[in-house]
């Protein structure tokens, strides 16, 4: 019994998100919670413009949705298994689960090098660079 109401309680939260990202969200209203790096730097982070493109994407709206942020639609099933690690391993107390989740230090290289060259790359001003960048509102 206690699994199912963590899960249904689980549930919740994505599902608020993306309800709230569906029906609330636009490009400008009180709930946008703005970059502090790009805000301080002028520089976009690998997650700037990840908002807009969440909620593009829960429209259906995919060329949009990449347009804001390529990673975006690429690492929402990532952080969903990560979500679902926490609740059944930490919340639940699973320890096979936790055991199991391993990634290899290559791997993790890799992506950090790999968000090095995208950080990079979207900060460069000249074409094909700036279509990496969000486009101005």
């Known amino acids: 019994m206690k699994r199912i109401v963590v899960y249904v309680l689980a549930l919740i939260i994505p599902f608020g998100i993306a309800y709230h990202y569906f029906h609330f969200y636009h490009d400008h ?3 946008s919670i703005q970059c502090v790096f790009h805000l301080a ?3 976009w982070c690998p997650g700037c413009g990840g908002q ?3 909620a593009f994407l829960l429209h259906g ?3 949009k949705s990449l347009r ?3 990673l975006l639609p690429f690492f929402i099933p990532f952080v969903l298994y990560v979500y679902y690690l926490i609740i059944e391993g930490i919340i639940l107390g699973n320890k096979k689960v ?3 989740f391993h990634i290899a230090p290559k791997t993790a290289t890799f992506f950090v090098i790999f968000l090095i060259v995208y950080f990079i790359l979207r900060n460069i001003p000249i074409s094909p660079f700036i279509y990496l960048a969000p486009p101005a509102n």
């Open 29 to 31: 209203n009180s709930f």
């Open 41 to 43: 730097t002028g520089f």
């Open 52 to 54: 807009r493109a969440f």
């Open 61 to 63: 709206e995919v060329l």
């Open 68 to 70: 804001h942020n390529l």
């Open 98 to 100: 936790l055991n199991a």
